[in-house]
């Protein structure tokens, strides 16, 4: 659970008219302000979990597609609090939701997450005596490792617009 600490000095109004101000808005909007600035920085990072994805290396001349399904599977989700505290949310996942049932596990076998760490395939439907593991090709974890800054960065520019709006 990531923890914010924020440290105000007054500039030039005194603390009691801020603290009535700050009063004056509603919870609701101050999880508005935290989910739209936290949203927006969140958008690029669903990019770059796409472009990780069909940056795998394929060898051949014949591909099926695998790494465009999968790279479609990638989302943003986002929420706010409803029962009375300012609070907001976002997430870029993987969604296996969006994958054929079939393939509801690639995206983690590709990740190589725990539990999906070695994985093989058929070779024209058949399997080989000695056929070795495919390597797994992590590309969420590296493409989303800047976000927890990004995301700061979101909370500080949504700090500074309530201020603005206090002052």
């Given at each position: 659970?990531?923890?914010?600490?924020?440290?105000?000095?007054?500039?030039?109004?005194?603390?009691?008219?801020?603290?009535?101000?700050?009063?004056?808005?509603?919870?609701?909007?101050?999880?508005?302000?935290?989910?739209?600035?936290?949203?927006?920085?969140?958008?690029?990072?669903?990019?770059?979990?796409?472009?990780?994805?069909?940056?795998?290396?394929?060898?051949?001349?014949?591909?099926?597609?695998?790494?465009?399904?999968?790279?479609?599977?990638?989302?943003?989700?986002?929420?706010?609090?409803?029962?009375?505290?300012?609070?907001?949310?976002?997430?870029?996942?993987?969604?296996?939701?969006?994958?054929?049932?079939e393939y509801l596990t690639l995206p983690l076998y590709m990740e190589?997450?725990?539990?999906?760490?070695?994985?093989?395939?058929?070779?024209?439907?058949?399997?080989?005596?000695?056929?070795?593991?495919?390597?797994?090709?992590?590309?969420?974890?590296?493409?989303?490792?800047?976000?927890?800054?990004?995301?700061?960065?979101?909370?500080?520019?949504?700090?500074?617009?309530?201020?603005?709006?206090?002052?």
């Amino acid at each position: 659970m990531a923890t914010l600490q924020v440290t105000t000095t007054p500039r030039g109004t005194s603390l009691r008219s801020v603290a009535d101000r700050l009063a004056g808005m509603t919870d609701a909007k101050v999880s508005r302000l935290f989910e739209r600035h936290l949203k927006k920085s969140a958008s690029p990072y669903l990019r770059y979990v796409r472009a990780s994805v069909l940056a795998i290396p394929t060898h051949g001349k014949k591909h099926t597609g695998l790494r465009a399904v999968i790279a479609q599977c990638a989302s943003v989700s986002s929420g706010r609090e409803t029962r009375g505290t300012a609070g907001a949310w976002v997430s870029v996942w993987m969604d296996p939701g969006k994958m054929r049932p079939e393939y509801l596990t690639l995206p983690l076998y590709m990740e190589g997450a725990p539990k999906y760490r070695h994985w093989r395939h058929p070779v024209f439907g058949r399997w080989l005596p000695g056929q070795p593991d495919q390597a797994p090709h992590p590309y969420f974890y590296q493409a989303v490792a800047t976000f927890g800054r990004a995301a700061e960065f979101a909370i500080m520019a949504a700090l500074e617009e309530i201020t603005g709006e206090l002052e």
